[in-house]
């Protein structure tokens, strides 16, 4: 699986953003998707997972009601709706995909994701 992140940028405030996640190499509606984010000098934490189907989403506390994940399976693309941003989302932002599909379940750690964008810069300023 290849996955490509785009989308980052520099954005005010309170500004929203839209990254986007090309995929191929693998049929991209039969598994999961997810968005991490490593800020400068901090670990990579989860931000959101999409089930393969789209029924299904996970987000971590930090960003719940101001971002959104979604995917276009027929374009093979997900999505990470940015709204509302903080000075503290500023992060490289990486799309991921775990070995499995089919599988309703949500992971959230980066351990069990196996494929990796090269990741999106996303600067926020105040």
């Known amino acids: 699986v290849q996955l490509q992140a785009s989308g980052g940028g520099l954005v005010q405030a309170g500004g929203s953003l839209r990254l986007s996640c090309a995929a191929s190499g693998r049929t991209f509606s039969s598994y999961v998707m997810g968005w991490f984010r490593q800020a400068p000098g901090k670990e990579r934490e989860f931000v959101a997972a999409?089930?393969?189907?789209?029924?299904?989403?996970a987000y971590a506390d930090s960003v719940k009601g101001r971002f959104t994940i979604f995917r276009d399976n027929a374009k093979a693309t997900g999505y990470l709706q940015m709204n509302s941003l903080k000075p503290e989302d500023t992060a490289v932002y990486y799309c991921?995909?775990?070995?499995?599909?089919?599988?309703?379940?949500?992971?959230?750690?980066?351990?069990?994701?196996?494929?990796w964008g090269q990741g999106t810069l996303v600067t926020v300023s105040s």
């Open positions: 991921a995909a775990p070995e499995y599909s089919g599988s309703v379940y949500l992971p959230r750690t980066s351990s069990e994701f196996d494929y």
């Open positions: 999409i089930s393969w189907s789209g029924g299904g989403t």
